[in-house]
T-cell receptor, first 116, second 110 residues
Framework: KAGVTQTPRYLIKTRGQQVTLSCSPI?????VSWYQQTPGQGLQFLFE???????NKGNFPGRFSGRQFSNSRSEMNVSTLELGDSALYLC???????????????FGPGTRLTVL | KNEVEQSPQNLTAQEGEFITINCSYS?????LHWLQQHPGGGIVSLFM???GKKKHGRLIATINIQEKHSSLHITASHPRDSAVYIC????????????FGKGTRLHILP
């Protein structure tokens, strides 16, 4: 099976712009979670989508949003970029059939976003 | 205080040494996950465990639910084991958000 893929791998934007990142999960996985990783804060949970619905959300401002399509592919959008949004954005997919049950996650390679 | 604490933060050892990385957590969990992240960012899942012990090659992971503690051991360490090791827990509540430790940066010298 192909692994989790993310595009683009690298992105440079300027403050105030918006960005959309894409994640294709492992075939058959219906849950996609997004994470932000920075040197200062480490890995932090952004949100999880399951069957096209946001099922969980972390403590990030509304500038961070996402969606999931019927084929389970997911996109994450950040509007009005700030310098502090520079980070590695990782997505992970899992079977996640039952909410509330921890499911093994398979991570993509990440998108490294630099905001200038 | 972070809900997931790892120690040490950094570890340098000689090739062949036995390595132990610790993870303590303060919340009820449904499972604990050990991850490995190499330079460049890609994360690989090493173990997911909710009790006892698991072994894969030179890697061993243990968890003590009563003490809320897990350890990752590497036997006969090798320079290719150099990476950041991250402990993550799935909270035992209705949602299944994951909480990550800050990671342990391991450097194995040849």
């Amino acid at each position: 099976k192909a692994g989790v893929t993310q595009t683009p791998r690298y992105l440079i934007k300027t403050r105030g712009q918006q960005v959309t990142l894409s994640c294709s999960p492992i075939s058959g996985h219906r849950s996609v979670s997004w994470y932000q990783q920075t040197p200062g804060q480490g890995l932090q949970f952004l949100f999880e989508y399951f069957s096209e619905t946001q099922r969980n959300k972390g403590n990030f401002p509304g500038r961070f949003s996402g969606r999931q399509f019927s084929n389970s592919r997911s996109e994450m959008n950040v509007s009005t970029l700030e310098l502090g949004d520079s980070a590695l954005y990782l997505c992970a997919s899992s079977l996640a059939i039952l909410q509330g049950t921890y499911n093994e996650q398979f991570f993509g390679p990440g998108t490294r976003l630099t905001v200038l | 205080k972070n809900e997931v604490e790892q120690s040490p933060q950094n570890l340098t050892a000689q090739e062949g040494e036995f390595i132990t990385i610790n993870c303590s957590y303060s919340v009820g969990i449904s499972a604990l996950h050990w991850l490995q992240q190499h330079p460049g960012g890609g994360i690989v899942s090493l173990f997911m465990l909710s009790s006892g012990k698991k072994k894969h090659g030179r890697l061993i992971a243990t968890i003590n639910i009563q003490e809320k503690h897990s350890s990752l051991h590497i036997t006969a360490s090798h320079p290719r084991d150099s990476a950041v090791y991250i402990c993550a827990v799935g909270k035992q509540v209705r949602d299944d958000k994951i909480i990550f430790g800050k990671g342990t940066r391991l450097h194995i010298l040849p």
